[in-house]
Each structure stands twice: as C-alpha cells, then as structure tokens.
C-alpha cells in the first residue's frame, strides 16, 4: 500500500498556485511532516516524500536550483519523521519539464547535454538518501530516455531499490503511450535497461483506465513489481479557479480489484487522492481474501 498525492494535498493546506511545493520543506517543514504522518495513519506502508520537483532544472525557476540538495535532504527526513517507522520512505524524482511534448528532436537538442541530466538526477538521489530515504522512485516520466537518464543517475550514484513509473495515455485504439508518444513495451524496457528495480504507472486519467495500463504493463515487466497511482479521476476546474478531482475515496477501492487483478503489486494514488483514498483502498485491500 503506497500514498496519495502531494502536490494536490499541499494546495490543499494552503500552497498557492504557482508556488514551489518544495520550498515548504524548508519554511513549512510542519505540514510536509504531518501529511507524512497522516498517510502512515491511514494505512500507507510506502510514504513519498515532498521532493516531486526536486531537481535543479524544475527549481531554478523559482530562483532555487543552488538548494535542490538542501530541499531533497529535508523532504527525506520529515517523511522519515512523519511516518515514524510505521512506512518505508520513498523519495520522489520527477521529470525535470525540459521534454514536455511529443517532439522527439527536442530531447537531443537540450543544450545541457546528457552528462548535465545525469547530474542533476544523482544530485537528487543522494539528497533523498542522505535524509533518510529507504527507496526511490523515478516518477511521471514522460519520456523513456530521460527516464533511463534518471534511473541510471539514480542506481550509480545509491544503493537504494528504485522504482520507474510512467504517466501513460490509453489511445481511441487501445494503444499505451507515453506522453512523448514511446509505446508502453519500449518504455518499460528502456527502464529495466538502466538498473530499475520495478515498474509503474502514476497519473492518467483516474482509476478504470489506470486498470488498462496496468494489464497492457504486465507482460513486459519480467515479473518485477508493478506499482499503480492513478489520479482521482479528470479534474474539472471550480469557480474560484482551484481543482476537483471527482474519483472520491469509495468510487477508488472499488476499482483497486481491477488494479491487483491486472498486475499491480503496489497501489496508491496520484494527483487528487488523499488520505481518505489510502484509508478506503486500505480497507478495500485488506478486505480481499487471498492475491488472484
């Protein structure tokens, strides 16, 4: 049983749009503690951490990139703190957002170069493990070669179990993609590749579709563990501007069944879930006689 979201839970407590998500481990390191806490209550075996944009790329634009290892540092530790034994700690690497689209050519036309990614990732990665971090996850890739550039960074520069999970799009076909347009098996393999010790698939379009991608993600995952966070659904936009996720805690663990069935060893949510998610898919879980 893994967590739910971060990002959508901090806005929640107050984060404002725009704002950096990573900067409250530094100035509201009490909320990014008890969030820890709260999923550890609920049922949650595996706790994130607050370090999704933890990068140097994803900080420098909000005038952070020089304290990617401070922030990474401190998200490790008050998840360590929060989830005070009762949750293995997760660090959380996410993509740096210098390959947003589908355009192949954009990736090797980065002036950094390769050797700058690689970098930034294993920067990241001893942050998280330096705080206290006991797993990694490489997450929302868009991109299997930036993906294969992070695990790589990752695996070399800790020792720590890493998982690589992947935002997919279920096409009017039936076909899985990535967001970069990289079909599901060429995603997976590029991820096993570079040393990733499991499988995933966060995000999406709520809990049916992520069912979809897990079964078309099974048999390319040469019997590693399959990790499942879907999105609470599409969010609709609220009048006053901020997001609704519609999949609420009951609609979820009813859909978890498909997710195990389909391959998933590890289950939680993504964007729009929240305690209350991993309180019901808990119970939806424990309530399951025996593994299909």
């Known amino acids: 049983m893994a967590d739910g979201a971060w990002g959508t839970e901090l806005h929640a407590l107050g984060l404002g749009d725009g704002a950096c998500p990573e900067l409250w481990c530094a100035e509201r390191p009490e909320l990014v503690r008890d969030l820890a806490s709260r999923y550890a209550a609920a049922g949650a075996e595996l706790v994130w951490t607050n370090s999704f944009g933890g990068n140097r790329y994803r900080l420098a634009a909000f005038g952070l990139g020089s304290r990617a290892g401070e922030l990474c540092e401190a998200a490790a530790r008050l998840s360590r703190e929060g989830a005070a034994g009762r949750a293995l700690v997760v660090g959380s690497i996410g993509p740096t957002g ?3 689209s589908r355009g192949a050519a954009r990736f090797g036309d ?3 170069g390769v ?3 690689r ?10 493990a330096r705080g206290g971090a006991e797993a990694l996850c490489v997450e929302t890739m868009m991109d299997s070669r930036e993906a294969a550039i992070a695990v790589r960074a990752a695996k070399e520069a800790t020792s720590l179990e890493l998982i690589c999970s992947f935002s997919f799009l279920v096409g009017s076909e039936g076909r899985v ?4 347009g990289q079909g599901i098996e060429e995603a997976a393999r590029a991820a096993i590749e570079a040393g990733a010790d499991a499988l995933g698939a966060n995000c999406g379009r709520g809990f049916a579709e992520m069912a979809l991608v897990i079964r078309a993600l099974k048999p390319f995952a040469r019997g590693m563990p399959i990790l499942a966070k879907p999105n609470a659904g599409l969010p609709s936009r609220r009048s006053d501007g901020t997001l609704a ?3 609420g805690p009951e609609l979820a663990a009813s859909l978890v069944p498909e997710l195990v069935r389909g391959g998933a ?5 993504c964007c729009g879930t929240g305690p209350a998610h991993v309180a019901a898919i808990r119970r939806a879980l424990d309530s399951r006689p025996s593994r299909d």
């Open 110 to 112: 980065f002036a950094g």
């Open 115 to 117: 050797d700058a990614l």
């Open 98 to 100: 210098l390959f947003p």
């Open 119 to 128: 970098d930034a990732y294993a920067e990241q990665a001893l942050a998280l």
């Open 245 to 247: 996720y519609h999949e």
């Open 265 to 269: 060893s590890i289950v939680g949510g």
């Open 177 to 180: 993609m990535t967001i970069a």
